[in-house]
């Protein structure tokens, strides 16, 4: 069975932290590329980062970049999201995805298959 299963989202006040992870069975275990997406209500699904599994380069928005980072244990068949410095606006439902290639607009969440429940994070000003 196919299955992500996200957890660690929460509510936390501007300027903390939370670490995300996301358990990865089945056949997303393999995939070469993992990645974090977020929605928040009202908005488009945005991008936030992305690890190329096969040898751990990893990718941020630009809107993230320096404050996440993203990173994988392969023991554990996990993808975890570090977040810190964290900001209102990164209020949003989290989702991790898994792909075997990227296609264009793969920023867009195109060609990633496989798709958790989604982990919600609040931060309050």
């Known amino acids: 069975q196919v299955q992500l299963v996200e957890s660690g989202g929460g509510s936390v006040q501007a300027g903390g932290s939370l670490r995300l992870s996301c358990v990865a069975s089945?056949?997303?275990?393999?995939?070469?590329?993992k990645a974090w997406f977020r929605q928040a209500p009202g908005k488009e699904r945005e991008w936030v980062a992305l690890?190329?599994?096969?040898?751990?380069?990893?990718y941020y928005a630009d809107s993230v970049k320096g404050r996440f980072a993203i990173s994988q244990d392969n023991a554990k068949n996990t993808v975890d999201l570090q977040m810190n410095s964290l900001k209102p606006e990164d209020t949003a439902m989290y989702y991790c995805a898994a792909a075997d290639l990227l296609l264009a607009s793969w920023q867009r969440g195109n060609g990633f298959g496989y798709w958790g429940q989604g982990t919600q994070v609040t931060v309050s000003s």
């Open positions: 690890i190329w599994t096969d040898d751990g380069s990893t």
């Open positions: 089945g056949y997303t275990y393999s995939s070469k590329y």
